[in-house]
């Protein structure tokens, strides 16, 4: 081979490699442009993908805030189709300082919304002949009865950590007893019991707002939690209105008269109906007829108040996630004596 021939053989070998050499990576410029066009068209994606996750996760607690508040409303009818009393606002006002939570630092957290009077189906709680403790071994030597409840439902706003930020509902229930005559040993009878008094003048309101309590132990059952995220905005005059006056209905026995009903709580005056502190806000209220033994309870929850530490207040703008909901009970009950 010619030096001519070697020389051109050594300048193309040489080059090769200098070409496979700069095609063998990027440049930075070719990187940051890259990078910006990756970003350009990244970003927006990642926008859109968490936003979904955020709608999603909004109407799931949304959804999950609707199923608790139609599964109270339920419960609480449940409830109120055994009543014999309801109290309206003026009975709440006489009576507040007998319930549980009646001191007033209490008074700004928790308030009695709901208070009635219950008969209590027993079956076979009576004996015939025999010892009532006895009837749970010899059922057919017993008859069945009815035991008086109260029944307290409270809006709570405490900021026990157990519980979300927002409010809460709670129920409070004390039962008399039954079965043996001797009250001393009748364990069934709640400590700090003490039934309503229908003797003396008056009507039937007047008297049960006569009531007082027995003297609250230990053993007193507590106030259970029955739902939670519950709206915790308070009354103002822009955001949160008071309600609206509650509706007026036919007499069903006659057609010619309506039932006049009172809100619970008052949003506005003094005294032990109108609510102060935490609890003043129109997440619970009802509407009760005390002569006809009639309410309609009405809720509003705050679902986003399950997906964010601070719970948001109640605005035109995300109501959607503010789920109401209300129902009407007529109790089938009535005081013997009425």
Known sequence: MTPLTLLIRHQNTKKSRLIKKKSAGFTLIELLVAMILASLIITPLLGFMINIMQTESREQAKVNTEQELKLALDFIARDLEQA??????DGINAIR????????????????????????YIKNGIGIGINSNQCHRQPQ?????????????????????????????????????????????????????????????????????????????SKTPNILTLVDYIDQTKINTTRNPVPKDCPKYKDPTDPSKQIEMQQIPKFTGSGNSVPTGDVRTASFYVCVSSEKTVAEVYLRGNALARIQNTPPDYSENTKIYFPQARIRVEGRGFVFTK
């Open 84 to 89: 014999v009393y309801i109290y309206d606002a």
């Open 141 to 217: 030597k017993c008859d069945d009865t009815f035991s008086y409840s109260l029944v307290a439902y409270y809006l709570i706003k405490d900021n026990n950590s157990t519980w979300s930020k927002a409010a809460r509902i709670g129920r409070f229930q004390i039962s008399d007893g039954y079965g043996d005559s001797d009250r001393a040993k009748d364990t069934t009878k709640d400590a700090g019991f003490k039934l309503f008094d229908l003797t003396g003048t008056g009507d039937l309101k007047t008297k049960m707002n006569q009531w007082e309590s027995g003297t609250y132990s």
């Open 97 to 120: 300082n007998e319930l549980p939570k009646n001191s007033t630092n209490d008074k700004k957290k928790y308030f009695p919304v709901l208070v009635f009077w219950k008969r209590q």
